[in-house]
């Protein structure tokens, strides 16, 4: 069974290196300047032509509180009339994209991220839906996944039933860790009736698929009281888990200067948080997908990862990696075809770009026949754990074993040391190497070596 994870410690710590979570490759690092709005128009009118599917990212990046452990792109505003311009660029973004593709390219996926979606008032939120109606081809039947992330604190029922009504069939709500001390080192106090009720309302109202979010390794967390967070999560039967490391990078992430670091957990404590975690989420019936994410063995993810079609991309582990991406919005990032784009960054040059009738367009990469070749072979091992050399050599027309003689002996090394089990025809991820996942991939990154990997958070 997929699922099967052998715990490891030594393992662990001899591969337990810094490196990307691979939601694309090359990575985010990679992007340069050099690529601009211009790019984005043609790679637009070629997934007109090939009449791809779409999935739409919307960021919305306000929050009113301000989390010390976060790393997104956020405004922290309690001056809920910054929405508005901020809709209105919005739709010009929409406008100057929809114009390139075609009427009939369906969007089978949507997802709103932040910052906050719900900031958003009732009339706000109903606006950008019609407005993303207007511009895309939205499905009106439920079939698409239309998800959205939902701080507790941000909705109640009517929230929940004004987003059912607009069409979303699934949320990921925000949690990180229930114990109230841990919720005051990171300034996010949220109780467990707060996140019942919207989970419970999610379920009532018939919601498709409900994810929650945990973090390890936040100050004050103990193996026990965290381990008393994962069983009431399990208590609440969300399809989803994910359970994401805190990587502690103050000097990137100025919130993350609030926090101290003598609070934080020892790196020991740390693994036995995770290890118990995943015993406590396998006992209640859960499957490890990989990299942070166990789910329901009904649930589509492990249906995809049992059928050999899990992909993922930039919203994670996905069944919608066939769609062009179109990332909307403050930083958002776009993957339609062979080219990745992003957004600035800044809000104030986002929206004044947006002003000018100009493309936000700030940065991105255009692949190339290596990266192609190696995005699918880091594709396949990180959402299958297996990869037949066959099917590269084919799609691709190379000699694996050719191509990447050089990356041999440290293949062999950790077929060796029981991470991977090495062929003639195929790589499989061993049990005790799938929490390792990120540096089996690691080996075929042609880019690792020039960067600065204090830029990435560790594999566990």
């Known amino acids: ?54 999935s739409l990212y919307v960021h919305i990046p306000f929050c009113a509180n301000i989390c010390y452990y976060c790393a997104c792109n956020k405004v922290i505003t309690k001056d809920r009339s910054r929405a508005l311009p901020y809709l209105q660029r919005l739709e010009q973004e929409m406008q100057l994209i929809a114009c390139h593709l075609a009427p009939n390219q369906r969007v089978e996926q949507l997802h709103f991220g932040g910052g906050t979606p719900t900031f958003l008032n009732h009339d706000e939120l109903r606006q950008l839906m019609a407005l993303l109606r207007k511009h895309f081809n939205l499905l009106d039947d439920d079939s698409g996944d239309y998800g959205i992330e939902i701080d507790p604190r941000e909705a109640d029922w009517s929230t929940m039933g004004l987003l059912r009504e607009l069409g979303f069939n699934r949320v990921s709500v925000g949690l ?96 036995q948080m995770l290890q118990r975690s995943i015993e406590q989420l396998t006992a209640a019936g859960y499957r490890y997908i990989g990299m942070d994410h166990f789910a329901l063995p009904d649930d589509e993810l492990a249906i995809a990862q049992e059928e050999s079609t899990l992909q993922r991309n930039f919203q994670g582990y996905t069944t919608h990696g066939h769609c062009d991406l179109i990332g909307l919005g403050v930083s958002a990032i776009s993957q339609i075809g062979d080219l990745y784009c992003q957004n600035s960054s800044d809000l104030t040059h986002y929206q004044n770009a947006l002003a000018g009738a100009q493309l936000a367009t700030s940065r991105g990469l255009v692949c190339n026949a290596d990266d192609r070749l190696r995005r699918e072979i880091i594709q396949q091992l990180i959402c299958n754990f297996s990869l037949k050399f066959e099917d590269i050599e084919q799609a691709f027309n190379i000699d694996f074993r050719g191509y990447f003689h050089e990356l041999w002996p440290e293949l062999q090394g950790m077929a060796d040391d029981g991470l991977i089990e090495l062929d003639a025809e195929a790589i499989k991820v061993l049990p005790a190497g799938r929490l390792l996942v990120r540096s089996v991939c690691m080996v075929f990154d042609a880019y690792l070596g020039q960067q600065n990997r204090q830029r990435f958070s560790r594999v566990i």
Request: proline content about 7%.
């Open 176 to 271: 990180q860790d229930l114990d109230p001390a841990v919720q005051r080192a990171v300034n996010r106090l949220q109780s467990l009736e707060e996140t019942r009720a919207v989970i419970e309302a999610a379920r009532t109202l018939q919601f498709r698929s409900i994810n929650i979010d945990l973090i390890y390794g936040l100050p004050k967390q103990t193996p026990e009281n965290f381990a008393r967070t994962v069983d009431e999560v399990i208590s609440l039967q969300p399809d989803r888990l994910s359970v994401f490391n805190y990587a502690h990078l103050p000097e990137r992430f100025m919130p993350q200067r609030r926090i101290s670091s003598t609070e934080l957990p020892a790196p020991a404590e740390k693994l």
């Open 1 to 54: 069974m997929l699922d099967a994870i052998r715990w490891d410690t030594d393992l662990i710590r001899r591969y337990d290196l810094a490196g990307p979570r691979y939601t694309s490759y090359p990575t985010a690092v990679q992007f340069n300047s050099q690529v601009g709005a211009f790019d984005l128009l043609h790679a637009l009118r070629d997934s007109r032509k090939a009449q791809r599917p779409l």
